[in-house]
């Protein structure tokens, strides 16, 4: 799953051919970056690199403004709100599994110990 998601963060394109797969003007993508939408990669402080995730971020950008009529100002609040969410869930998956360990142990730690009790007291419970 790392690789998965380091590949998607991985940038590979070029603003000419992120452009053509957005169907937006190169002038857009620079648009969007200077007010701070979407981030590529610089290289050599000059050229952009977009990655497959600056892809996806531009179609929704796309989606919210060709098809729902949203105006980039509410864009903006909509993408923050979003990787809000997303970041919230990662927290939210990791402490799951930080206390699904946790019950693990604890359960593995009572077995245990009631493996050394005297076998009337283990009756008894």
């Known amino acids: 799953m790392a690789d998965s998601i380091r590949d998607k963060h991985e940038p590979v394109y070029l603003i000419s051919v992120a452009a053509r797969l957005c169907d937006m003007h190169p002038q857009t993508l620079r648009m969007y970056e200077r007010m701070g939408l979407i981030r590529p990669k610089r290289v050599n402080q000059k050229n952009r690199l977009y990655s497959q995730a600056d892809i996806e971020r531009l179609r929704q950008i796309q ?17 923050e709100l979003l990787d809000k969410v997303e970041r919230l869930q990662q927290e939210l998956e990791t402490l799951h599994a930080q206390m699904e360990q946790m019950v693990q142990e604890r359960v593995e730690q009572i077995l245990s110990e009631r493996q050394t009790l005297p076998a009337r007291v283990v009756r008894e419970l």
Do not use: P
Not at 63 to 79: F, K, P, S
């Open 63 to 79: 989606r919210l403004t060709r098809d729902l009529g949203v105006n980039l100002a509410g864009v903006e609040i909509i993408l």
